[in-house]
T-cell receptor, first 114, second 113 residues
Framework: SQTIHQWPATLVQPVGSPLSLECTVE??????LYWYRQAAGRGLQLLFY??????ISSEVPQNLSASRPQDRQFILSSKKLLLSDSGFYLC?????????????FGNGTRLTVT | GESVGLHLPTLSVQEGDNSIINCAYS??????FIWYKQESGKGPQFIID?????DKRQGQRVTVLLNKTVKHLSLQIAATQPGDSAVYFC????????????FGSGTRLQVQP
């Protein structure tokens, strides 16, 4: 069966520090990969999605970047964190090439920027 | 802009009752809809989906209804249990070229024992 792993589960970082969140998927090949952010008590905002290695689409201009160095690895990064980067970051995957397929989420990373 | 939204931010029901969570969408081009359940501190969990060529789909204790005329989506949970307490999100795939979902803001379901 397919599984998705995100780490760390929680993270507290000072303003101006770098960030690297990692997400890996097991049990599937060539997935679409996604990063979403969820503010407290709110819905999910799409940040980045990827349909293949090295292929990244950005949804909103921001202080973050994403990379996909391997087929099942998706990394969210920042060179200098802002207070507004605090939130719950969720990685997800879906089956590539299959129209109308659900996204499957990891358990997220709660980031607090102090 | 067009978006997915929810009528009720919080829904409180008695254990054993049926629950109905509603969602309105405004993009008539959306062709795929999903309901997710999110428990505290966890990622959203897939519950059930429906394509726009259907108006009803049933799962285990859950039913999704789609009314394209009024652009309305609902999730019905039968015999609600304490374990159903969570935040529920509807999501739509309104841009198939993007292959990503747009989420509503969520409804919190509270099940009273």
């Amino acid at each position: 069966s397919q599984t998705i792993h995100q780490w760390p589960a929680t993270l507290v970082q000072p303003v101006g520090s770098p960030l690297s969140l990692e997400c890996t998927v097991e049990g599937t090949s060539n997935p679409n990969l996604y990063w979403y952010r969820q503010a407290a008590g709110r819905g999910l905002q799409l940040l980045f999605y990827s349909v293949g290695i090295g292929q990244i689409s950005s949804e909103v201009p921001q202080n973050l970047s994403a990379s996909r160095p391997q087929d099942r690895q998706f990394i969210l990064s920042s060179k200098k964190l802002l207070l507004s980067d605090s939130g719950f970051y969720l990685c997800a995957w879906s089956v590539r090439g299959l129209n109308n397929s659900p996204l499957h989420f990891g358990n997220g990373t709660r980031l607090t920027v102090t | 802009g067009e978006s997915v939204g929810l009528h009720l931010p919080t829904l409180s029901v008695q254990e054993g009752d049926n629950s109905i969570i509603n969602c309105a969408y405004s993009n008539s081009a959306s062709d795929y809809f999903i309901w997710y359940k999110q428990e505290s501190g966890k990622g959203p969990q897939f519950i059930i989906d429906i394509r726009s060529n259907m108006d009803k789909r049933q799962g285990q204790r859950v039913t999704v209804l789609l009314n394209k005329t009024v652009k309305h989506l609902s999730l019905q949970i039968a015999a609600t249990q304490p374990g159903d307490s969570a935040v529920y999100f509807c999501a739509e795939n309104r841009d198939t070229g993007r292959r990503a979902l747009t989420f509503g803001s969520g409804t919190r379901l509270q099940v009273q024992p």
